[in-house]
């Protein structure tokens, strides 16, 4: 085993599963070993690479602004923040006010729940079986699967989590205590599974006609991912709160928490992080917006979606339960473990995620080429006709 590998596995916490390639270059949507072997990148560090690997611009933007300031806390203003909260607020659905800046997908979510307790002055939170919201002990207080929480009992009180899609457990769960109620427009982690329209709505109207706020976490589908920059506008929701983190830095570690006109009682020494909002993760955001907020990128997006997941209904293959997604948000669920298929496409080239334990989940950054596509979708279909 190389080097590299002996010395991580050695020092690593161990919290992670590991694959056995070490990665040192990336460029668009490939990455390559340190043997020099290229992969066609499917897992995008987790649905973060949405503009590509060392895409230029950002390159040239984080290397210009290493030379200017990193470093602020928002205790100051900065150029870069200011420019990324207005960029922020016009572009979100509705025309969010108002954004909390941090460092993670998790983080996004924990001041999700800040918030909606300052501003309803109530604490349940309804969220669904399935999620993933984040592995600190707010988010994974909601978060859906026993497999990551149990462990960490016990939880945040006045949570209950209900059937994703079940609009009958919703009604029957939600009441006047309400704080709020946090969905994925798709579950990412819990198998790629779209959220049903009239189930969204109904969490819309519920809390738009009660004192309860919805909160909607894209830390995944968010900023393109679905072939629109916010996966909501296909249903045309307007969040209360809104969680996105993953891509918006590009690869510089940062979330964003956007609230809407209906949360109240947020005071200066109510929350705050001493990384969020640093000039450097803001002038990376708003060149990853500038890029992303393209509609030949959008279109691609939607477009070479379809193109996988029509080209993989067809083959009716016996081993395929079926292919689910939007945009590149991919999920193939199989009759079978997809360990096997995830280690041959690495062998073929190819790096994929799972999603459970059935479930082959395609990330690939949205700037990922049609031949890239064909061959990603190529080697699927081969994989699973040998396998089957
Ligand atoms: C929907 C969703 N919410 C929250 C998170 C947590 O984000 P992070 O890993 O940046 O803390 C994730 C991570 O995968 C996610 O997919």
């Known amino acids: 085993m190389a080097k590299f590998q002996l010395n991580e596995d050695k020092h690593t916490s161990g919290v992670y599963f590991k694959r056995d390639i070490t990665i040192v270059r990336g460029k668009g949507a490939l990455v390559w070993d340190e043997n020099g072997n290229e992969y066609i990148d499917c897992v995008s560090g987790q649905g973060v690479a949405n503009i590509g690997h060392c895409h230029p611009e950002l390159v040239q933007t984080i290397e210009q602004q290493s030379n200017m300031l990193i470093t602020c806390p928002e205790i100051f203003y900065n150029d870069q923040r200011s420019k990324l909260l207005t960029k922020l607020s016009e572009l979100s659905p509705g025309n969010m006010q108002r954004i909390f800046l941090c460092n993670s997908g998790t983080e996004a979510i924990e001041a999700s729940i800040k918030f909606a307790r300052l501003s309803t002055k109530k604490t349940k939170i309804i969220s669904a079986l399935r999620s993933f919201h984040g592995r600190t002990m707010g988010s994974l207080s909601l978060t859906g699967q026993k497999k990551y929480s149990q462990p960490f009992a016990p939880l945040l009180p006045g949570i209950t989590q209900i059937p994703y899609n079940n609009v009958e457990k919703l009604t029957q769960t939600f009441d006047d205590d309400t704080a709020a109620v946090i969905m994925e427009v798709i579950q990412g982690e819990g198998g790629v599974r779209l959220g049903d329209r009239q189930f969204l709505e109904t969490v819309q109207e519920l809390c738009n006609t009660n004192e309860a706020l919805f909160i909607i976490d ?100 016996s081993n395929i339960r079926e292919v689910r997604g939007l945009g590149l948000m991919i999920g193939i669920e199989l009759k079978h473990k997809v360990t096997p298929v995830l280690k041959e496409l690495q062998n073929q080239g190819i790096l994929a995620l799972p999603a459970g334990n059935t479930v082959l989940r395609l990330l690939p950054p949205l700037v990922i080429t049609k031949d890239q596509v064909q061959t990603v979708t190529n080697a699927i279909i081969r994989i699973l006709t040998n396998i089957s």
């Open 218 to 317: 894209e830390v995944q589908t968010g900023l393109g991912r679905t072939g629109k920059l916010f996966a909501t506008e296909h249903f045309n929701l307007k969040p209360d709160i809104l969680c996105i983190a993953k891509s918006l830095g590009g690869g510089i570690p940062m979330g964003a928490t956007i609230l809407g006109s209906r949360i109240q009682n947020i005071h200066a020494g109510s929350h705050g992080t001493t990384f969020g909002g640093n000039p450097l993760a803001c002038a990376a955001a708003n060149t990853v917006l500038d890029i992303i907020n393209d509609k030949k990128l959008l279109a691609d997006t939607i477009n070479y979606g379809e193109y996988i997941t029509e080209c993989l209904k067809k083959q009716n293959l």
